[in-house]
């Protein structure tokens, strides 16, 4: 499979992952008691065997554009490091949303290039440490500098040459590209 195709793949997954959950949610709500004991038992059994992960495993160029869950990072994890493009709307359903994630997954190549990592925001109510400090109303695309400075801010979806281009003109990536970096 190329790497092109993982992304989509990828976005594709992560936003099947509420509607998923939302139907397991139902199918608990709306079984008998009998019928969930099961789901309960599997969920204690996951939770007695955890998980390790190995945190040193090297990342490939197709996993550095997987968005990433605005409620497990902060900006400054990423201050210095890589250029946040974070994506918040009101609902992963939102078709602008979507279409966002979309554009971004077309042209991976320029993004990598420039060190960003996506975050995205679809739930209002969690309150997250990115959408305090951004506060989007609605959808909205930012794009931050290495430096945690905000470079572009769009009330609407944006293609990769136009966020590319934004990136370009940020100070620190004139320097980076004086540099030969």
Do not use: H, Y
Not at 53 to 58: A, L, M, Y
Not at 65 to 73: H, N, S
Not at 112 to 122: A, H, N, S, Y
């Amino acid at each position: 499979m190329r790497p092109n195709t993982l992304i989509p793949l990828a976005i594709v997954a992560l936003l099947s992952l509420p509607a998923a959950a939302q139907e397991a949610s139902d199918a608990t709500l709306s079984a008998g008691e009998g019928d969930a004991t099961p789901l309960l038992a599997d969920a204690d059994a996951s939770a007695e065997d955890p998980v390790e992960v190995d945190e040193t495993v090297e990342v490939d160029d197709a996993d550095v554009l997987a968005p990433r869950d605005a409620a497990g990072v902060t900006l400054d994890e990423f201050l210095w490091i890589a250029r946040p493009i974070v994506v918040f709307a009101d609902t992963p359903a939102d078709p602008r949303f979507v279409e966002q994630m979309a554009l971004l997954a077309e042209r991976p190549d320029p993004l990598i290039e420039r060190d960003v990592v996506i975050i995205v925001d679809t739930d209002p109510s969690a309150r997250t440490a990115v959408r305090t400090a951004l506060r989007p109303r609605g959808f909205s695309v930012v794009v931050l500098g290495k430096d945690g400075t905000v470079g572009l801010r769009r009330p609407a979806p944006r293609d990769v040459r136009e966020i590319v281009r934004a990136i370009d003109n940020f100070q620190l990536r004139q320097e980076e590209l004086r540099q030969g970096g």
